[in-house]
């Protein structure tokens, strides 16, 4: 049975939609808020309509919560999976639009038929009947107050828009949070203001007020096109930046504290920041050494959710993408990537903080306007799915015969996705201090959108320090925020190494960086540790076309080799592709003056894909490391590309062990 998600008629997009995030607060450089458009505001009110919540019971239940069967649920789940109450026409929820954007709660409140029984160890709390609640000392931020008149929970990162020609104010998600009292209560105070439940509400205008009309045209500066006034071949450019994004635990299987089969979930809350550049460059990210965009005309990113339709400039509902993953840096100064999330389908765009005449549409990101997706919102079923499908080097999905459409007819159908399905997961084990003594983790969040010029400053990284609590994983909200990726950190850590060589390999199938260190380990033995990154390359074999393409695979290199001189001795042949599974390790092999490592054959391929298992795909960091009896000189690594076609290998220059003293110094001493 084939059903619809939120699937808009071409009429009904055209509707000048209202768009605003709430919970995350977007700065300007001096730290206050940005202006926008002056436009004056007056009061709207909604009343009545639903309210659903799809509660984290996996995380309740670590920290001692139990939902009690809800009372008053409506028959029907959402397409989120979320419990469904109705909301009373009592009462109202009051708001300002400015802009076509809201922009404050102004006060009121709204009251669920039903609700929930919350039982732990330090009493129930009583949410029958919730009631959702402005915040007087916060304007974007609302309140959810149980029957006891206690806001145990407040909620943010909301989504909104104003549709059905201003008759109804639908939020799309929000995030519910942890009071700082509850976590006290909970015996759980690290968990202050953690997601616990993400939430969607669809409430009736009672009263429309002054705003709606957007300071703003229909006609966007899509990526390649000419800038009016200027020199023929001035063009607007896509450039997205990672403007923050906060790590939390979710969940875990098996949990003990030091299990290598336990399964712990990691989702982030991430945000981000359209170019602000209008013909001369300024800081997109101020602080940050990525910050500023080579672009100088800042294109508008199309944002159309799944299913919606064909729209330009594309031909079909373009919309970017995120991932997340998760590093250990070990102490003898190598990396492993030990977790990668699937793909998460964003869907709207929450248009913040734009210019002056931009984010007037919910599914189109304006110049300097930014976007939040919440940690319940990126843990949501029915909106993630598999790398598999995704074309990354041109952020193509292969709709057709996807977990989404997988009869290929154009229509959605669930995901079959479970809670543990395309997240992000580690075994205990990889990240337990006892396991690994003296290791630091980084977590890394991308955004990936169609023809971004620059896809390294849509990614940014954080440190975070593991720990287990005796029921939970805490990894803290990160620190050392930095645009790019997890591999540039690790290879200017300063760490004593003999040599360092660092190349990247860019053309139009995507973008690969490989490195070298070199560790002088003293008695003629040097340890040689290479770490490939694939960002974005693959060689994908697709069927049809947008927007009835089909990936049939997208598969990266199934081969990394590199010379080494005669008489060289290797040893302690090491690969880490960080999944703690040995069945599909790649295999290492000394011969023929080459050293290789081989993906594992597969015996039984499907049709039109390599036979090879765990090839080293797009999003992935895999390590090559062994121990030589002769220093470092320049040498030519080789990528072999898994499908066929020219050229079949990327090759760069890196250091290698020689045996003449020669080419000892091929490259400078870092």
Same mark, same amino acid.
């Given at each position: 049975?084939?059903?619809?998600?939120?699937?808009?008629?071409?009429?009904?997009?055209?509707?000048?939609?209202?768009?605003?995030?709430?919970?995350?607060?977007?700065?300007?450089?001096?730290?206050?808020?940005?202006?926008?458009?002056?436009?004056?505001? #007056?009061?709207?009110?909604?009343?009545?309509?639903?309210?659903?919540?799809?509660?984290?019971?996996?995380?309740?239940?670590?920290?001692?919560?139990?939902?009690?069967?809800?009372?008053?649920?409506?028959?029907?789940?959402?397409?989120?999976?979320?419990?469904?109450?109705?909301?009373?026409?009592?009462?109202?929820?009051?708001?300002?639009?400015?802009?076509?954007?809201?922009?404050?709660?102004?006060?009121?409140?709204? #009251?669920?038929?039903?609700?929930?029984?919350?039982?732990?160890?330090?009493?129930?709390?009583?949410?029958?009947?919730?009631?959702?609640?402005?915040?007087?000392?916060?304007?974007?931020?609302?309140?959810?107050?149980?029957?006891?008149?206690?806001?145990?929970?407040?909620?943010?990162?909301?989504?909104?828009?104003?549709?059905?020609?201003?008759?109804?104010?639908?939020?799309?998600?929000?995030?519910?949070?942890?009071?700082?009292?509850?976590?006290?209560?909970?015996?759980?105070?690290?968990?202050?203001?953690?997601?616990?439940?993400?939430?969607?509400?669809?409430?009736?205008?009672?009263?429309?007020?002054?705003?709606?009309?957007?300071?703003?045209?229909?006609?966007?500066?899509?990526?390649?096109?000419?800038?009016?006034? #200027?020199?023929?071949?001035?063009?607007?450019?896509?450039?997205?930046?990672?403007?923050?994004?906060?790590?939390?635990?979710?969940?875990?299987?098996?949990?003990?504290?030091?299990?290598?089969?336990?399964?712990?979930?990691?989702?982030?809350?991430?945000?981000?920041?359209?170019?602000?550049?209008?013909?001369?460059?300024?800081?997109?990210?101020?602080?940050?050494?990525?910050?500023?965009?080579?672009?100088?005309?800042?294109?508008?990113?199309?944002?159309?959710?799944?299913?919606?339709?064909?729209?330009?400039?594309?031909?079909?509902?373009?919309?970017?993408?995120?991932?997340?993953?998760?590093?250990?840096?070990?102490?003898?100064?190598?990396?492993?990537?030990?977790?990668?999330?699937?793909?998460?389908?964003?869907?709207?765009?929450?248009?913040?903080?734009?210019?002056?005449?931009?984010?007037?549409?919910?599914?189109?990101?304006?110049?300097?306007?930014?976007?939040?997706?919440?940690?319940?919102?990126?843990?949501?079923?029915?909106?993630?799915?598999?790398?598999?499908?995704?074309?990354?080097?041109?952020?193509?999905?292969?709709?057709?015969?996807?977990?989404?459409?997988?009869?290929?007819?154009?229509?959605?159908?669930?995901?079959?996705?479970?809670?543990?399905?395309?997240?992000?997961?580690?075994?205990?084990?990889?990240?337990?201090?006892?396991?690994?003594?003296?290791?630091?983790?980084?977590?890394?969040?991308?955004?990936?959108?169609?023809?971004?010029?620059?896809?390294?400053?849509?990614?940014?990284?954080?440190?975070?320090?593991?720990?287990?609590?005796?029921?939970?994983?805490?990894?803290?909200?990160?620190?050392?925020?930095?645009?790019?990726?997890?591999?540039?950190?690790?290879?200017?850590?300063?760490?004593?190494?003999?040599?360092?060589?660092?190349?990247?390999?860019?053309?139009?199938?995507?973008?690969?960086?490989?490195?070298?260190?070199?560790?002088?380990?003293?008695?003629?033995?040097?340890?040689?540790?290479?770490?490939?990154?694939?960002?974005?390359?693959?060689?994908?074999?697709?069927?049809?076309?947008?927007?009835?393409?089909?990936?049939?695979?997208?598969?990266?290199?199934?081969?990394?080799?590199?010379?080494?001189?005669?008489?060289?001795?290797?040893?302690?042949?090491?690969?880490?592709?960080?999944?703690?599974?040995?069945?599909?390790?790649?295999?290492?092999?000394?011969?023929?003056?080459?050293?290789?490592?081989?993906?594992?054959?597969?015996?039984?391929?499907?049709?039109?894909?390599?036979?090879?298992?765990?090839?080293?795909?797009?999003?992935?960091?895999?390590?090559?490391?062994?121990?030589?009896?002769?220093?470092?000189?320049?040498?030519?690594?080789?990528?072999?590309?898994?499908?066929?076609?020219?050229?079949?290998?990327?090759?760069?220059?890196?250091?290698?062990?020689?045996?003449?003293?020669?080419?000892?110094?091929?490259?400078?001493?870092?």
């Amino acid at each position: 049975m084939k059903s619809h998600k939120y699937l808009y008629s071409a009429a009904r997009i055209a509707i000048a939609f209202a768009v605003f995030a709430v919970g995350q607060p977007v700065l300007s450089a001096n730290g206050q808020g940005y202006p926008g458009d002056a436009q004056a505001t #007056q009061n709207w009110s909604a009343w009545g309509g639903t309210v659903g919540v799809r509660w984290n019971r996996d995380l309740a239940g670590d920290l001692g919560l139990t939902i009690e069967r809800p009372s008053g649920m409506l028959p029907e789940l959402s397409w989120r999976e979320h419990e469904r109450f109705e909301l009373r026409q009592a009462g109202s929820l009051e708001f300002n639009v400015g802009n076509g954007n809201l922009q404050s709660f102004a006060g009121g409140s709204l #009251q669920a038929r039903g609700g929930y029984v919350l039982k732990s160890a330090a009493g129930d709390i009583d949410l029958t009947d919730f009631r959702i609640r402005t915040r007087e000392n916060d304007p974007l931020v609302l309140d959810l107050v149980g029957a006891d008149g206690q806001a145990w929970f407040y909620i943010d990162r909301l989504m909104y828009e104003i549709v059905e020609d201003n008759r109804i104010l639908a939020v799309r998600e929000m995030d519910l949070r942890i009071s700082r009292a509850l976590a006290v209560r909970l015996g759980h105070p690290e968990v202050a203001d953690w997601a616990i439940a993400d939430m969607q509400m669809t409430t009736q205008v009672l009263h429309q007020g002054s705003g709606a009309e957007p300071n703003g045209g229909g006609v966007y500066d899509w990526h390649g096109t000419q800038v009016a006034g #200027q020199p023929a071949g001035t063009v607007y450019q896509a450039d997205l930046f990672m403007q923050v994004f906060t790590p939390q635990y979710s969940r875990c299987l098996g949990c003990t504290g030091v299990s290598p089969n336990s399964q712990v979930v990691f989702t982030p809350s991430s945000t981000l920041r359209n170019n602000v550049n209008n013909g001369s460059p300024a800081a997109t990210i101020p602080g940050d050494p990525m910050g500023t965009s080579t672009a100088l005309w800042t294109a508008d990113i199309p944002w159309y959710q799944k299913f919606s339709g064909t729209f330009a400039p594309y031909g079909n509902d373009q919309h970017p993408y995120l991932i997340w993953n998760m590093y250990r840096i070990n102490p003898d100064g190598s990396i492993d990537q030990i977790g990668r999330s699937g793909v998460k389908h964003a869907f709207l765009t929450t248009n913040q903080g734009c210019a002056s005449g931009h984010g007037t549409n919910s599914h189109v990101l304006g110049r300097q306007c930014s976007d939040t997706y919440g940690t319940g919102n990126n843990d949501s079923n029915n909106d993630l799915g598999p790398r598999s499908e995704i074309i990354p080097a041109t952020n193509q999905w292969g709709r057709c015969g996807s977990i989404y459409d997988t009869n290929c007819d154009g229509n959605s159908n669930s995901s079959g996705n479970t809670s543990y399905s395309q997240r992000l997961i580690v075994a205990e084990s990889q990240i337990a201090s006892a396991s690994n003594p003296g290791a630091s983790y980084l977590f890394e969040s991308w955004y990936l959108a169609r023809e971004d010029i620059n896809i390294y400053n849509s990614m940014a990284t954080k440190s975070v320090t593991p720990s287990w609590t005796g029921s939970i994983w805490n990894i803290g909200t990160g620190t050392n925020y930095r645009l790019g990726s997890a591999f540039d950190r690790w290879f200017e850590l300063a760490v004593p190494v003999s040599t360092k060589v660092e190349q990247e390999l860019a053309s139009a199938e995507g973008h690969v960086k490989v490195g070298v260190k070199v560790f002088d380990l003293g008695g003629g033995a040097w340890r040689y540790d290479y770490v490939v990154m694939n960002y974005d390359f693959a060689r994908a074999f697709t069927e049809g076309s947008e927007p009835n393409l089909r990936v049939v695979h997208n598969f990266g290199f199934d081969r990394f080799s590199l010379p080494v001189a005669a008489g060289i001795n290797i040893s302690s042949l090491n690969f880490s592709d960080g999944d703690m599974d040995s069945g599909n390790d790649w295999t290492a092999s000394s011969a023929g003056g080459n050293v290789t490592w081989t993906a594992p054959a597969n015996p039984n391929p499907p049709a039109n894909t390599p036979a090879v298992l765990n090839p080293l795909n797009w999003g992935t960091l895999y390590r090559f490391s062994f121990v030589a009896n002769g220093p470092s000189g320049p040498g030519s690594a080789s990528l072999h590309i898994a499908q066929s076609g020219l050229p079949a290998s990327l090759s760069t220059t890196l250091l290698v062990p020689v045996n003449d003293v020669i080419f000892a110094h091929g490259f400078e001493s870092p």
